[in-house]
């Protein structure tokens, strides 16, 4: 099983979208193994964006995480990675398609909803910078034999 860290930024937290977010994720069988609601700092907002240090919009994007309340998600399932990323969809909501979060819901490019780690290693990098160890929770649902 993978886990993945998610990030139902400050515009779905604004907009009372994280219960019907975390409705989809969970009736696609991905399991909860952690989650908080936290003001992200100007500088864990910068280490979440660190690939995007050197670009002209990486002021923008640590401003934007770091001005509201933000749900952060460690979420586990099979393929948890991809499951994730192609229900959350393209990064623009305009072009994103129908039925993904970003497509039903999204706006814009920077003001996209949500976050989804874009690989397996970069979640362990995500979620040990979202939550210490004692914070993810490891449990068994007795549903589990029937998805996978």
């Not at 993810?136 to 549903?143: E, G, K, R, Y």
Request: proline fraction near 5%; aromatic fraction near 6%.
């Amino acid at each position: 099983m993978e886990r993945t860290l998610v990030l139902l930024k400050p515009d779905a937290v604004q907009r009372r979208l994280s219960g019907s977010i975390l409705t989809r994720f969970e009736q696609k069988g991905l399991k909860i193994v952690g989650m908080k609601l936290v003001q992200a700092s100007p500088e864990l907002a910068a280490k979440h964006y660190d690939v995007h240090k050197e670009r002209p919009f990486f002021g923008s994007l640590v401003s934007f995480l770091s001005g509201g309340p933000t749900v952060a998600l460690a979420l586990e399932g099979r393929e948890a990675v991809a499951t994730v990323r192609g229900m959350i969809g393209a990064t623009d909501g305009t072009k994103a398609s129908p039925g993904t979060i970003r497509g039903d819901h999204g706006l814009s490019v920077q003001n996209n909803l949500i976050h989804g780690s874009d690989s397996v290693d970069n979640a362990h990098l995500e979620l040990a910078l979202w939550f210490c160890p004692n914070e993810l929770v490891s449990w068994t649902p007795v549903d589990q034999s029937w998805i996978g």
